[in-house]
């Protein structure tokens, strides 16, 4: 049996690379406000939008951009594709399904839509965090993309990461009609519902709206729906008199055993209704039990993981373990080594850093379903409120489809984990940088550098 043990930090002494040294050495004011309205109000129903967003939703953008290099990029990348391959193979299929609910053996077809892969930027290059299947903001990112402007000479040599923005809802949308095609082939497609718990009560509820409005563009009855107001009858899913054929799934119930959501079960279950994304995603991708499997080398070669696949995964996914009564001993005493999280959690709920732990929290932790994941920290970025830098952590969300990232966005924030209630921080555009291009920054010419805007991305 894999036990943890304390290991050194071989990265501890590794040179700043450039999108490091551009992230703690400028703080870069990029974002347009009055371009980032236009963005987020595109269609004529959605005016006033930005304006109630700036009242319930003061951190939700940042004003300023998180660097990447083009290595950390492409590592992002092949981390994706790497782990979506390794879901395809049978013995990680048996112990992954085997942990999740019966309903997740269900494969219609469908890959599930915006999966969402979490990363930390430490110095040896990027370190997978989590896996989520219906990560959000993604359309949020997209208007975030559209409404920057060049701040700083460093930028000459930068390229805002993923597709070119006017392409990237398209991207987002392709995907519903994609998975539609895997399940009903030629069929028309003639009414989606986006459906979570209380959805306009959700704290990313306007991009729900954004959603619906580029849906209903391509010709779609588009609707939002809390599953409470979903029927099972005559064979078909029903919102009111309208039948639904394609539910955009946000519920964090990801196997639907609340009863409040038996309707939309049983049309799952009867294929009824194409769901995205659905139950089996969940099972095979984000549960974090899988993070336990996807870092152990050894595992992973006993199940017919290519060599290049187990290299690149033993650098980018850290060591986790599941916590059991013969590994709490160690755990505990090595505890400011890891992240404790649940391994049905979500959001980073119930997730405690080991330096944080009271022996109250970890007798909860025991008694539950949890792993413990060697800590990797987050980046840092510097920012500016008022005139004085400011130091914020970020992560970097890999949104994609089909095993291909389609857009990168950080998040920045201060504090254990993200939380959308920080000054100045929030969701923030990934800029790459070619790290050819010049070794180190310009020297800012104070500790830090507000940079002014002199032209647009």
């Known amino acids: 049996m894999h036990s943890p043990t304390t290991v050194p930090n071989p990265s501890a002494m590794l040179p700043m690379t450039l999108a490091q040294a551009l992230n703690e050495g400028y703080a870069c004011q990029s974002l347009d406000p009055a371009r980032l309205r236009d963005q987020l109000e595109l269609d004529p129903g959605l005016r006033g939008l930005s304006d109630a967003m700036a009242q319930t939703h003061p951190h939700l953008f940042s004003a300023t951009q998180v660097f990447l290099s083009e290595t950390a990029q492409q590592t992002i990348a092949a981390t994706v594709t790497a782990i979506e391959r390794v879901a395809l193979l049978s013995g990680y299929q048996q112990q992954a399904l085997a942990a999740a609910d019966p309903i997740a053996r269900l494969a219609w077809g469908p890959l599930g839509m915006f999966m969402g892969y979490d990363f930390h930027m430490a110095p040896d290059g990027p370190k997978l965090i989590e896996v989520n299947t219906n990560a959000g903001g993604a359309f949020l990112n997209v208007a975030l993309a559209r409404a920057q402007r060049r701040c700083c000479e460093p930028m000459d040599d930068a390229t805002l990461a993923g597709a070119a923005p006017m392409d990237l809802n398209q991207r987002l949308i392709d995907m519903f009609w994609a998975e539609?095609?895997?399940?009903?082939?030629?069929?028309?497609?003639?009414?989606?519902?986006?459906?979570?718990?209380?959805?306009?009560?959700?704290?990313?509820?306007?991009?729900?709206?954004?959603?619906?409005?580029?849906?209903?563009?391509?010709?779609?009855?588009?609707?939002i729906a809390d599953p409470r107001e979903l029927s099972w009858r005559d064979g078909r899913l029903w919102h009111g008199h309208t039948a639904i054929d394609m539910v955009y799934n946000r519920l964090t119930d990801f196997y639907l055993t609340d009863v409040a959501h038996n309707a939309l079960r049983e049309a799952?279950?009867?294929?009824?209704?194409?769901?995205?994304?659905?139950?089996?995603?969940?099972?095979?991708?984000?549960?974090?039990?899988?993070?336990?499997?996807?870092?152990?080398?050894?595992?992973?070669?006993?199940?017919?993981?290519?060599?290049?696949?187990?290299?690149?995964?033993?650098?980018?996914?850290p060591r986790a373990w599941r916590v059991t009564p013969d590994r709490a001993q160690t755990l505990w005493a090595t505890r400011r080594q890891y992240f404790f999280k649940p391994v049905a959690?979500?959001?980073?709920?119930?997730?405690?850093?080991?330096?944080?732990?009271?022996?109250?929290?970890?007798?909860?932790?025991?008694?539950?379903?949890?792993?413990?994941?060697?800590?990797?920290?987050?980046?840092?970025?510097?920012?500016?409120?008022?005139?004085?830098?400011?130091?914020?952590?970020?992560?970097?969300?890999?949104?994609?489809?089909?095993?291909?990232?389609?857009?990168?966005?950080?998040?920045?924030?201060?504090?254990?984990?993200?939380?959308?209630?920080?000054?100045?921080?929030?969701?923030?555009?990934?800029?790459?940088?070619?790290?050819?291009?010049?070794?180190?920054?310009?020297e800012p010419p104070r500790e830090w550098r507000e940079c002014d805007a002199v032209g647009s991305i």
């Not at 994304?277 to 595992?299: F, S």
């Not at 932790?365 to 840092?380: H, K, M, N, S, V």
């Open 268 to 317: 799952f279950i009867q294929d009824a209704v194409v769901v995205s994304p659905h139950p089996r995603a969940h099972a095979l991708l984000a549960n974090k039990g899988n993070l336990v499997a996807l870092g152990d080398t050894e595992r992973l070669r006993e199940w017919g993981v290519c060599a290049q696949d187990r290299s690149l995964l033993s650098s980018v996914v």
């Open 345 to 442: 959690g979500f959001g980073s709920k119930a997730s405690y850093r080991g330096d944080k732990l009271t022996k109250r929290v970890w007798n909860d932790i025991l008694a539950g379903d949890f792993i413990a994941q060697r800590l990797a920290a987050p980046g840092e970025r510097r920012i500016a409120i008022d005139g004085e830098p400011r130091q914020l952590k970020f992560d970097v969300r890999a949104y994609s489809y089909a095993g291909q990232v389609q857009l990168l966005a950080a998040r920045t924030y201060s504090g254990q984990t993200t939380n959308f209630r920080t000054p100045g921080g929030g969701f923030a555009p990934v800029v790459v940088v070619r790290e050819s291009s010049r070794s180190t920054p310009a």
């Open 180 to 223: 539609w095609r895997l399940q009903r082939g030629p069929q028309a497609l003639q009414a989606i519902a986006i459906v979570d718990d209380n959805p306009m009560g959700q704290y990313l509820a306007p991009e729900f709206e954004m959603c619906r409005s580029l849906l209903a563009q391509r010709g779609v009855t588009a609707l």
